[in-house]
């Protein structure tokens, strides 16, 4: 956990809802994260996040996959600097509680928590 190397712009968060994260310290990562759900004393896989950012648009449009869907993903190896805001989507099929979100591709990773809150299901 390194939450002092990235700051998001909201939690708790909704599914579906970008969030932006910047870096403090301008810190090089790339564009893979993944949401781990916590689970007791563990973190469990359940997500992979494809940022974009000013410098790096990739799909144009930040993207995430279900870590039962991971076969055959990967990300672009790009390497990003800079205090962003790098975007991400949070899934919309994922359940309220709360996570842990991770840079993927960088040694060491980054991470810091996250909480998912339920929609918001009225209607005005």
């Known amino acids: 956990m390194r ?15 970008t969030v932006h994260v910047r870096f403090p310290e301008g810190t090089e990562r790339g ?8 689970d007791g004393e563990t973190w469990q896989v359940r997500y992979y996040l494809s940022a974009t950012n000013a410098g790096y648009a990739g799909s144009r449009s930040p993207t995430w996959w279900s870590a039962d869907d991971a076969e055959n993903k990967a990300w672009p190896a790009v390497a990003i600097a800079g205090p962003g805001p790098d975007n991400l989507t949070i899934p919309d099929s994922i359940r309220p509680g709360p ?9 060491p990773n980054i991470c810091t928590t996250l909480d998912i809150a339920e929609q918001d299901q009225s209607v005005s």
Do not use: F, H
Request: hydrophobic share 40%; net charge negative.
């Open 3 to 17: 939450p002092e190397l990235l700051v998001v712009s909201a939690s708790p968060v909704t599914p579906g809802q």
């Open 31 to 38: 564009i893979g994260w993944v949401l781990e759900e916590q």
């Open 99 to 107: 996570y842990r979100l991770c840079t993927v591709n960088d040694l």
